[in-house]
Structure formats: structure tokens, C-alpha cells
């Protein structure tokens, strides 16, 4: 093999690998708004679910895409792990589709598929034909690489050593080996087949010497999503557990299959006279036989996750975001990450005010019953309502310049407004406090009736903090107008508890120190109420942007 033939391999490679990345850039871009809706509704149903995620990677030509989908689903609370198996078995038989359509082998008509592709771009100056004239580019790039390697690896079929080399792969694990490492390297199974399919192209190798190697490429794609799932959630492990799992199971059905029945020969004899086809055929029927196989062991799938990556309860300490996943901005794959981020940023809010509702409470318990142990605890949570704040703050900021601009995101921006107002609340909560360490620190106590003004204005903040708590976003309508109740009648104690304390204080029943402190504490009550409100509408907006976007969806 001459040296020229070696730089056309490399050349072929680069594009045949550009071509699939334009390819799957444009499908991306052409598909993802739809994608988002049928993710987000997606059903419990296992056939349904092995459906759209079948969808969803045919679309975009790539399994590992999808997965980190499913990944940002399943964090955020969109879908639970026994949906997700069915999603990744779906996207297994998905990502054959770039397989089947090389074995179609349009070279011929290659480059005027480039070219009506570039005319989209250059010509129509169209953002809505653009993402098609990008598919339209990688595809007919993507089949010029591949003829480009096929004439530069022909004459390696004539060489005895790697004849020789080729044929040690008819050994299952060292055919599994060479197929996983190739995989992975690629970081693409629909790349390394593909470049397997052109070695076949040109008589280099024949399905008996491929089959094992096809089935390592299987493998080797989920070694990259494992390495690259270190940091993030056990679930958004567990989540590319479970694609290993598939691809481990079928690698051991399809082995055995081959080694002891005609296998082989059957997928041979379906087309004699095309090994490019016999791959693809052979890499759809593993992934759809092993898909059905599997299907009713989804929930012990899922429970051997469990098992292998359990939960440790040491864990659940230390201060942590609980649901927002950066993660899912260190892949390229941007379908779907505004509606994960904003589910994300939905559910730590709500822990965000969990946290608050909790120091709320204790602060005016702390009024009338003081200890340092509990002003410790209240710090200490206040501590972490900061952080939180914080973390909201850089997920939305990173989100927003992620992802591509759209109707979408403009919700997004909301979520800072949210949490600053549940960190101004906090300090509110603060500050009862503190000015309860000093009514303690003075030796004087507030009147019999100004605690119970004190119970009522915590019975009120509760109540109106309560409202806000709500576990999912179509409890949202009509919240503003609940809250705004709720705000006036905190208004209205706060101007009657005023009034009480200046009679008491006229009538010399409190010090003018402990009026002064109740007078703030006032203050801080009626600002939670205020906030409270601004929380409420904020949440509403988001709601209706999130629902407009929707109905503009479904109206394409």
C-alpha cells in the first residue's frame, strides 16, 4: 500500500466524519423544538417510549445524542429510570439508520447532493431551508469520504499480512476488542460501522471477519458515554448503565448465535452480493432482536442499576444543588436542554423555598423562645439558601449562553428573579432573628400579646410560602391571585399589629427598645409577603411563556 493511498484513506476518513457531524448538526437544528415536545410528553408505555427514542435518533443520527437526552430527563425529574430504558433500547435501533443508508450507496449522485445542499445555504439566505441544506451537505460529503476510502484501502486485498490480520478478527474477543476500541475512539458507533462498511466496499473484509467487530462497535460507544458521565447524578450514570447493559446482553446473544448456528450465513445469503448491506442488516437485527428481547426485563434493568451504583447516605450531606446537572453542558448535543434546564431550575427553586419555609418558621419560633443552638441552625441553613441562590444564578446564566436563542429561553431569565427574591426572604428571616438574639442578650422579653401577634404573622407566612410550594407547573394557574390574598391580609396585621404596640408602649407595657425591634420585625414580615407576591407572578410567567411556546409548536 503506497503512501498516496495511505493520505486518501486520511482524507476520506476526515470527511467521511465531517459529513456525518454537518449531517447530524442540521438534523438537530431542523428537528430539536419537535423533539422537546414529544420527549417531554412521552408515556410510560415501553412500546411508545422504544418508539421515540427510535424517532428521536434516526432524526439525529446518533444514539449517544439521544442518551445524554435521556440523561438531562431523568435528572431534572422529567422521566423516571423506567421510562428511560425504553428510550435507549428505542435509540439502539435508531442510530442502524445510518448504517441502512450507506448500504444504499449513492456515490455516484454524491456530489449533486453537496451541491444542491450548498445552494440552500448560499443561495436562499433562509434560516428555515438552512438546517436542511446543512443535512443535505454532510450527507452527500459523508458519501464522497466514503468512496474516497473505499478506492484507497482497495489494495489491501491483495496484501497476504493484513488478509492475515483481517482474519484473526474472526476470533470473538479479539473482534469485540478491535471493534470496542475503534468505537470509542470514534466516540460514534455510526462511524466506526460506517468506516467498516467502506472497508467492505472495496472486498478488504467480508461479513464473517466483520460480524464480531460490528459487535464491539456496539459496545465501544458506551465506554465514551461512561467516561463521560463521571461527575454527574448516580442517575445520569445509572441512565448510561443501562445503555451498557443493552449493548453487553446483546453482545452475548449474538456471540453465542454466531458461534454455534449458520447466523452468519443467513444474513450472507439475504444480500449475496452486497457486504455493506450485510453489515447494516446485521447491525439493525441486533439491535431490534436485543431490544425486544429485553423489553419485558425493563424494571429489573433498572433495579440492577440500583445495584451495582447504590445510593450511600453520606451522600445526602454537605451543601449540594439537588437537581441542577452542569453536565449537561459539557456535550454537543443541544436537543431538548431548555426544557431539561427549565424543569431543573423548577425543582431547585423548590428546594431553595423548602429551605426557607423551614427558616421562617424557626426565626419566630427563636422570638419568643431563644437558644443559640437554633440561631446556629438557622445560620447554617441561611448558608445554604445563599448557595443555592448562587447555583441558580450560573446554571440559568450557562444555560442561556448554551443554547441557541429562542422563545424558550427567554423563561429562563425569570428563575434569577425567583431565587433572589427566596435569598431576600432569607434575609429577612435573618434579620427576626438576630433581632431576637438581642431582645435575649437584653434580659427583656416582648409582651404576652405581641407574641401572639408574632404566632399569627408566622401562621400567615407559612400559609402564604405554602402557596408557592407547588410540585408541579400546571398548579400554577391562578396562583397569583391566592397569593395576593394572602399579601393583603399581611398588609393589614402588620398595620393593626403596629397600632397595638404603640397603645402598648403608651401604656409603658414594653420598653421603647423591644417597640423599636417589634416595628422591624413587622417590617420584615410585610417584605416577605411583597416577595412572596413577586415570586407568585414570576412563576406565572414562566408558566405562560413555557405554554405559548408550546401552542407555537403545535401549530408548525
Known amino acids: 500500500m503506497e503512501i498516496t493511498h495511505i493520505f486518501s484513506l486520511l482524507g476520506g476518513l476526515a470527511l467521511f466524519l465531517y459529513g456525518m457531524n454537518v449531517m447530524s448538526n442540521g438534523l438537530e437544528v431542523a428537528a430539536g423544538n419537535r423533539l422537546k415536545a414529544i420527549l417531554e410528553r412521552l408515556t410510560a408505555n415501553r ?37 428511560a430504558v425504553w428510550l435507549i433500547m428505542g435509540a439502539n435501533i435508531g442510530t442502524t439508520i445510518t448504517g441502512q443508508l450507506i448500504a444504499i450507496n449513492i456515490n455516484a449522485i454524491a456530489p449533486l447532493i453537496a451541491f444542491i445542499g450548498v445552494s440552500l445555504i448560499s443561495f436562499f439566505k433562509s434560516q428555515k431551508l ?34 492475515n490480520i483481517i482474519t484473526r478478527f474472526q476470533n470473538p474477543i479479539l473482534g469485540i476488542l478491535a471493534g470496542a476500541i ?63 447493559l443493552f449493548n453487553f446482553v446483546g453482545s452475548i446473544i449474538f456471540v453465542t448465535l454466531a458461534l454455534t448456528t449458520p447466523f452468519t450465513s443467513w444474513m450472507e445469503n ?14 439493525t437485527v441486533f439491535n431490534v432482536v436485543t431490544a425486544f428481547i429485553l423489553l419485558p426485563f425493563g424494571s429489573q434493568l433498572v433495579d440492577l442499576t440500583y445495584k451495582l451504583l447504590p445510593d450511600r447516605a453520606d451522600e445526602q450531606t454537605g451543601m449540594q444543588l439537588k437537581y441542577l446537572d452542569f453536565s449537561l453542558f459539557g456535550n454537543d448535543y443541544r436537543i431538548g436542554t431548555s426544557a431539561v434546564t427549565t424543569m431543573q431550575l423548577f425543582k431547585e427553586t423548590q428546594n431553595m423555598l423548602d429551605q426557607l419555609i423551614m427558616n421562617v418558621q424557626a426565626t419566630f419560633d427563636l422570638v419568643g423562645n431563644y437558644s443559640d443552638d437554633a440561631f446556629t441552625k438557622i445560620e447554617e441553613t441561611e448558608e445554604y439558601i445563599d448557595f443555592l441562590n448562587d447555583g441558580i444564578i450560573r446554571f440559568t446564566t450557562t444555560t442561556l449562553s448554551f443554547e441557541a436563542p429562542e422563545s424558550g429561553t427567554s423563561a429562563l431569565g425569570l428563575f434569577v428573579k425567583i431565587s433572589s427574591d427566596l435569598e ?51 398548579e400554577i394557574q391562578d396562583l397569583v391571585s391566592h397569593v395576593n390574598i394572602i399579601e393583603d391580609q399581611m398588609d393589614f396585621a402588620t398595620e393593626e399589629f403596629e397600632n397595638n404596640q404603640l397603645l402598648r408602649l403608651q401604656d409603658q407595657e414594653c420598653t421603647v427598645n ?24 414570576n412563576f406565572e410567567s414562566i408558566q405562560s411563556t413555557i405554554q405559548s411556546l408550546r401552542n407555537l409548536q403545535e401549530s408548525e
Open 130 to 163: 438552512d438546517p436542511y441544506g446543512r443535512i443535505l451537505v454532510g450527507l452527500g460529503i459523508l458519501f464522497i469520504g466514503m468512496d474516497i476510502m473505499s478506492t484507497a484501502v482497495s489494495p489491501l486485498r491483495e496484501m497476504p499480512e493484513f488478509i
Open 182 to 244: 475503534f468505537s470509542a475512539i470514534l466516540q460514534s458507533s455510526s462511524a466506526s460501522i460506517g468506516i467498516l462498511q467502506a472497508f467492505a466496499a472495496s472486498g478488504v473484509i467480508t461479513l464473517p471477519s466483520a460480524i464480531f467487530i460490528l459487535f464491539g462497535q456496539n459496545i465501544g460507544t458506551v465506554i465514551t458515554a461512561l467516561i463521560a458521565s463521571i461527575g454527574v447524578s448516580k442517575n445520569g450514570k445509572r441512565t448510561t448503565l443501562l445503555h451498557l
Open 424 to 474: 431576600r426572604i432569607g434575609d429577612h428571616a435573618i434579620n427576626i432573628a438576630e433581632r431576637a438574639r438581642v431582645i435575649h442578650r437584653s434580659g427583656d422579653s416582648l409582651s404576652d400579646e405581641a407574641l401572639e401577634e408574632l404566632q399569627a404573622m408566622k401562621k400567615l407566612a407559612r400559609k402564604i410560602m405554602a402557596l408557592l410550594q407547588v410540585r408541579d407547573r400546571s
Open 514 to 537: 423591644n417597640s423599636i425591634l417589634f416595628s422591624k420585625i413587622l417590617t420584615d414580615f410585610e417584605r416577605m409577603g411583597d416577595l412572596s407576591l413577586n415570586v407568585a407572578k
Open 47 to 83: 412500546l411508545v417510549g422504544v418508539g421515540v427514542g427510535a424517532l428521536v435518533t434516526a432524526l439525529v443520527q446518533s444514539s449517544s445524542a439521544t442518551t445524554v437526552m435521556v440523561v438531562g430527563f431523568v435528572n431534572s425529574g422529567l422521566m423516571t429510570l423506567n421510562n
Open 270 to 283: 439475504f444480500t449475496p452480493d452486497n457486504v455493506q448491506a450485510q453489515i447494516a442488516n446485521v447491525h
